[in-house]
């Protein structure tokens, strides 16, 4: 056997377990099939966490900001790389895994690194595989043009440049605001009556409201995309009336999927439409012998995020407790709101 534990998902909470098996004296091999903190590192640069920094932190390792502000994503990426460094953790990234057996009392895993594929043995095996692998997809015509992206990046592209953005959520609120202010011309097409405010981070939606109600920000509310052209989008709304905007790139911002395969094929029985893994929330074991998840991934494709780095830390206590023979952790207190 290779180690007593296998890893497959470097994000926050995959990390924060290496530190704790590492700490334990429990070998662990770790994969990720991309960088550590991948997800976020597809954020558009600058971007700032919503939740507080000590909410974020991992391993015991306090997270500062120069200015004493809410992480971005540099400063959180830097922040996961010094992690790895500080405890020498083994990763091995751009590794992905592609299959998994049950070999006795052990798994037996396949990765594939370039064109060649590896194996390995583990007595354990924790998925921390995340919950955003993939963009929700809407499938109308013009979808997948090349001025249509699922990903917000840097808004300086959008300069001077009539912008689109279909969701009414977090990121496409905050995207479209960075992108106003970089000088583009913004509009929103959102499938409901009205933004939620509540649902809306505090610091967004006074501006983004204000925006909207002096028309420097136009929203086109209970609309969906009809097709997409080069150049402009038609929108559809409630009443079937059709309205053709203008539009050099479309964002749509309108959520992400998690991939369960790796999950699947572990044999976890998966529930509901977003198939979250079914799992012993004292433990986080699956209901196969062995196959524990942590993270994000927990919940599947959340239609409504309630899972997030800062109420997932607990994972790894619940982890290390059942693989060390000791009682599981009490149940942290609920945070009153998470602010993710």
């Known amino acids: 056997m290779n180690a007593d534990v296998a890893i497959i998902g470097a994000g926050p909470i995959g990390i924060e377990l290496a530190v704790a098996l590492k700490k334990q004296g429990i070998s662990y091999l770790h994969f990720d099939a991309r960088q550590i903190g991948y997800t976020i590192s597809w954020f558009a640069p600058q971007t700032r966490f919503f939740s507080s920094n000590e909410r974020i932190a991992i391993a015991g390792i306090p997270l500062f900001t120069p200015d004493q502000t809410k992480c971005t994503r540099e400063e959180y990426l830097a922040y996961l790389r010094a992690i790895v460094q500080q405890f020498d953790l083994k990763v091995n990234t751009y590794e992905p895994v592609v299959n998994i057996a049950r070999d006795r009392k052990e798994f037996l895993l396949t990765t594939r690194r370039g064109d060649r594929e590896l194996k390995y043995r583990s007595g354990k095996l924790v998925l921390a595989t995340g919950g955003t692998e993939r963009p929700r997809k809407l499938d109308v015509p013009g979808a997948d043009l090349p001025h249509v992206s699922h990903y917000f990046q840097d808004p300086h592209q959008y300069f001077q440049q009539d912008l689109l953005i279909v969701g009414g ?29 509540a649902s809306i981070k505090y610091w967004l939606w006074p501006e983004m409201n204000g925006l909207i109600q002096s028309g420097k920000l136009r929203a086109h509310f209970n609309t969906t995309v009809k097709k997409i052209f080069p150049g402009g989008a038609v929108l559809v709304e409630a009443d079937a009336r059709e309205i053709e905007v203008a539009a050099d790139f479309v964002l749509l911002l309108i959520g992400y999927e998690a991939d369960m395969s790796l999950v699947r094929m572990a044999g976890v029985e998966l529930k509901d439409a977003g198939q979250a893994p079914v799992f012993d929330e004292a433990t986080m074991q699956t209901n196969v012998p062995g196959v524990y998840v942590a993270g994000t991934a927990v919940a599947g494709t959340q239609s409504k995020y309630q899972v997030f780095i800062e109420n997932c830390h607990v994972h790894t206590e619940r982890i290390l407790a059942s693989l060390t023979g000791k009682a599981p952790p009490s149940a942290p207190e609920p945070l009153e709101r998470p602010e993710s």
Do not use: I, W
């Not at 977090?170 to 097409?189: D, I, K, P, Q």
């Open 169 to 197: 959520r977090n990121s496409a609120v905050e995207a479209a605001l960075r992108c106003h202010h970089a000088g583009a011309r913004v509009t929103m097409s959102y499938r409901k009556p009205q933004f939620d405010a």
